[in-house]
């Protein structure tokens, strides 16, 4: 706080410009390495090239280290190198351009940017007063050439900078992460960013993680506030796609951060089930070097990154593939003709001023620029960059260096416009830098718009900045220490949804603990037979497993609810796939049906038989009695009803379903209003013996045939009634029982259908009534206590039909329906006819008027 508030007092004075021979413009000393190649007009450039070790010296120490002293205490980042390379080669491009900024040449000046507000405020002050020292508002050129400043690595170091370059209204353009912050033009008015919007990266990031289904995933991210809208963006598209977050951890990335949170994000790391882990951050790589220190951590991991957090390899380390397998987004870019040229031909004999050159070599190839210096071997004069691995340069441009490039074209295209207007309005500037204050250039850069020499559109103004689209690089690593990326997918956020993310699957290259793509799962995916059951309080995907309902199925993994069968289909009894329903109806082919049939044809012959006996002996006073003809009546409508039954018998068709029900009703009210006819005969024979009694005129067989026959229709009419408004039809139950299609005849109205059956009943119930108060009337062949044991019998049959009828269903609920007919059927005849049978057959003695005479007189 005290240097930033020095720096801050002594920049409220005016900059001025030193002419004097014995200033101190040249001295040596100077707080930090830099390299200068001077040029008509100066660009500054600032890049993270170095992390300095100093911590246990006093600040005010720092001051009295010669730049080469201070090398040694930093640790040295190479690959970010090849960023300054970029604007090397973009400058001497545009010098060697006839037609942009002519008689113009740039020069550039190489600063390192430091993660310290202090460093970097002395860093900017060194660019402002010129290459001497850092003398605020004191500049050592006799004219200013310092134009514009390239850097903006982090956010921070934007704001940083940007708190002393706003001052002089100095344009800085930034190569690092686009950060919305960074883009108000009230509060950051100097500042351009050239990178594209990453506000697609969130969506890319989450279609890789559903392609491959990891569900279950960490998030470790740098502690600033693009991190932290980054994280945000990313959690939502996460829930919109049912991935959940295992953990998030923020790193603070200054070289000051206490060891035990780092400890404890290991323990995190450790801790969790995550099998893959998304990186996202500024350039530092101190949070990779403290990787690279706890291998069997790291290596059962898959690591999701942008190409702005460096995962490169650590000389010297002996981990140096812990990110093996790794998947990075990087920003498209486009092949820059001359670049890869150009990296061959660099060389620090050519240029031994290049303190950055000089240190970067030594460190890439391993040697000494002298002998005697170091442990190294001396460095060969014919070494070239093409021949290093990717941890130190990379051939083709990475997506940083290609904004770095751009951005030096930006800034020169807009001074070519600034000097062509100045020389349109006639102003004699003989080809110089007079007049290009670096505040002039503000209005040219928020408008500029150019093709580079990859063919690309740049466009710099801030409410334009385009949406990136990325490369999937797989970052591979070999045992002989060396690496490369490969190519392995795409993510256009402007193609046609569906199509904007391509993924080559065979070409991607795993971790080593892994050889094929796994889960990432926080709950191992359910089996088939099973859906997902959430877990109170969790994320969506920590649940259980929970066995589908009676009914449904899952044929898939991971489902999240059970599907039921289609009708015709049950589950199998791990509820994984549908069987096909059997088709259930009483059949003749099965042994109940079979059984039923054989009965049912067997009581009609009986019945008929009993029938021919009667004929047979159709004048003994047996058959004669309680009229002849209702008991022919009787047999021969108890034969039909054993005959009806077969009806239910057989695969259910409209014919059948239209009569089984029907005829049963009918034949039914004929048997027992016959029944009733007897009763009210004998009743009525007994009466018509008595002096003038009126009875005797209903005696005779006209009566109660007219009665059976007026019963008779009142059933018809009912019956018709019920075919006409709701006749019954073929249905087929698919719900009744889970493994069967139950065939059956829906009965159309089941008020039609009780009201046949009540009938009857109501029939039945007044035969059961007159028989048995008739039982006890005098005559020889009374059969009243036989149609009151009978009607018993059948009233019995049917009341026990109405509830076991109810409680059944299919085959079995048509199976009662024709035991009932069978048995009350049978009731009937034997309890009435069997008697009768047995003394026509069998005692044929008693048969006789004889026989009857002396009964009646004893």
Known sequence: MFFQLFFFLLLQLPLSVGREEGNHCHAERTFSPTYYRDGDLVIGGFFPLLLHKLDKFPYWKWFWLHPKDIVKYHQWKPKHYYQVLALMFAVEEINRNSKLLPNITLGFHIFNAYHNDERTLESSLVWLSGQGPTIPNYSC????????????????????????????????????????????????????????????????MVRLMVHFKWTWVGLVASDDSRSENFLRDLQEEMVRNDVCVAFIHQIFTGWTEDERFHSYFLEKLSDSTARVIVIYGNTDTLLTLRFSEVPHILLYRMWITSSHWDIAKKPGHVYFDNFHGALIFADQTSKIPGFKHFLKSINPAKDPENIFLQNFWNSAFGCTSEIGKGDGAVCSPNASLDTLRLSYVDMTMSDQSYTVYSAVYAVAW?????????????????????????????????????????????????????????DILNYVTFRNDTEVLVKVGEFISEAPAGQEFIIQQKTIVWPRTWGEPLPSRCHKVCSPGFHIKAQEGKPVCCFDCAPCPQGQISNQTGKDQCMKCP?????????????????????????????LASIAASFSLLTALVFWVFVKHKDTPIVKANNRDLSYILLLSLSLCFLCSLFFIGRPNAINCLLRQTTFGVLFTVAVSSILAKTITVVLAFRATRPSSKSRRWVGSRGPISLV??????????????????????????????????????????IAFYSVLGYIALLALGSFTVAFLAR???????????????????????????????????????????????????????????????????????????????????
């Not at 509820?575 to 059984?595: D, Q, S």
């Not at 009419?717 to 019954?728: E, G, K, N, Q």
């Not at 035991?819 to 003695?845: D, E, M, T, V």
């Open 776 to 858: 006890n009337l005098p005559d020889t062949f009374n059969e009243t206590k036989f149609i009151t044991f009978s009607m018993l019998v059948f009233c019995s049959v049917w009341i026990s039909f109405l509830p076991t009828y109810q409680s059944t269903k299919g085959k079995m609920m048509v199976a009662v329906e024709v035991f009932s007919i069978l048995s009350s059927s049978a009731g009937l005849l034997g309890c009435i006819f069997i008697p009768k049978c047995y003394i026509i057959l069998l005692q044929p003695q008693k048969n006789t008027k004889k026989f009857l005479k002396n009964n009646t007189i004893s």
């Open 567 to 595: 009708e015709d289909q049950y589950p199998n009894r791990e509820r994984n796939h549908c069987l096909p329903k059997g088709v259930n109806f009483l059949a003749y082919k099965e042994t109940l049906g079979m059984a």
């Open 141 to 204: 050129e006799k004219q200013s050439k310092s134009i514009v400043v390239i850097g903006g690595a982090t956010s921070e170091l934007t704001v940083s900078m940007g708190t002393l370059l706003e001052l002089y209204r100095i344009p800085q353009v930034t190569y690092g992460l686009f950060d919305p912050l960074l883009n108000d033009p009230l509060q950051f008015p100097s500042v351009y960013q050239m990178a594209p919007r990453d506000t697609s990266l969130p969506l890319a």
């Open 414 to 470: 807009a001074l070519h416009e600034m000097f062509m207007v100045r020389s349109e309005m006639g102003s004699n500037s003989n080809g110089n830098n007079s007049g290009a204050y670096p505040w002039k250039l503000h209005s040219f850069l928020k408008n500029i718009q150019f093709n580079n020499s990859a063919e690309n559109h740049v466009v710099l103004a801030k409410k334009m900045n385009s949406v990136a689209n990325y």
């Open 709 to 750: 026959f007026f019963c008779t229709f009142i059933q018809v009419v009912l019956c018709a009634i019920w075919l006409l408004l709701s006749p019954p039809f073929p249905d087929a139950d698919t719900h009744s029982d889970p493994e069967h299609i139950i065939l059956e005849c829906n009965e159309g109205s089941l």
